[in-house]
Antibody
Framework: EVQLVESGGGLVQPGGSLRLSCAASGFTFSTYSMNWVRQAPGKGLEWLSFISSSGSAIYYADSVKGRFVISRDNANNSLYLQMSSLRAEDTAVYYC???????????????WGQGTLVTVSS | DIQMTQSPSSVSASVGDRVTITCRASRDFSSWLAWYQQKPGKAPKLLIYAASSLQSGVPSRFSGSGSGTDFTLTISSLQPEDFATYYCQQADSFPLTFGQGTKVEIK
């Protein structure tokens, strides 16, 4: 069974930093590209970042470019999101999501974790 | 960036009704469009990918169609467990973008 479990969320002050982790199991993690997607309270879904299976290709949404860094550790089946210069508008539930396999082309997330809440407030 | 616009924003329907949700893209793109269902406090669930392919385990009352800029999700006979918010998402290019969501409510 595919499982994605996020951790690392919490309350942080504006300007602060936080590192989210996502532990993957039930599939060959090193084969799949991964994403981070967030959802502000009462709002829709916002894609944040993508990392390819090897880590060689990385993309960010403009809203987090230069502040967030995605990375992965295939040996430990883990995905990370290092967040810095956090703002109130970064308050959201953060999901890690596996990208559906599709040879050589973009696809869509097919499995999602349960999410971890990040609250940016003084 | 490709903007995705869903309509309606909300719909009230009864069990057994046929429900159709539309997603329009700001420009023409390949047919890799996905539909998700999200219930309160839960992660999104993939229903449809590549515009019309049913994700494994998803009931056949869900179907998708469309190409170019206009896509549709249809629920042929609404069930109690289908009351949720639905999102479309394009995978033509980065940034991946979602529609704003359509809430399906009980009439």
């Amino acid at each position: 069974e595919v499982q994605l479990v996020e951790s690392g969320g919490g309350l942080v002050q504006p300007g602060g930093s936080l590192r989210l982790s996502c532990a993957a199991s039930g599939f060959t993690f090193s084969t799949y590209s991964m994403n981070w997607v967030r959802q502000a309270p009462g709002k829709g879904l916002e894609w944040l970042s993508f990392i390819s299976s090897s880590g060689s290709a990385i993309y960010y949404a403009d809203s987090v470019k230069g502040r967030f860094v995605i990375s992965r550790d295939n040996a430990n089946n883990s995905l990370y999101l290092q967040m810095s210069s956090l703002r109130a508008e970064d308050t959201a539930v953060y999901y890690c999501a596996r990208m559906k396999l599709r040879s050589g082309e973009l696809s869509s997330p097919d499995y999602w974790g349960q999410g971890t809440l990040v609250t940016v407030s003084s | 960036d490709i903007q995705m616009t869903q309509s309606p924003s909300s719909v009230s329907a009864s069990v057994g009704d046929r429900v159709t949700i539309t997603c329009r893209a700001s420009r023409d793109f390949s047919s890799w469009l996905a539909w998700y269902q999200q219930k309160p406090g839960k992660a999104p669930k993939l229903l449809i990918y590549a515009a019309s392919s049913l994700q494994s385990g998803v009931p056949s009352r869900f179907s998708g169609s469309g190409s170019g800029t206009d896509f549709t999700l249809t629920i042929s006979s609404l069930q109690p467990e289908d009351f949720a918010t639905y999102y479309c998402q394009q995978a033509d290019s980065f940034p991946l973008t979602f529609g704003q969501g359509t809430k399906v409510e009980i009439k």
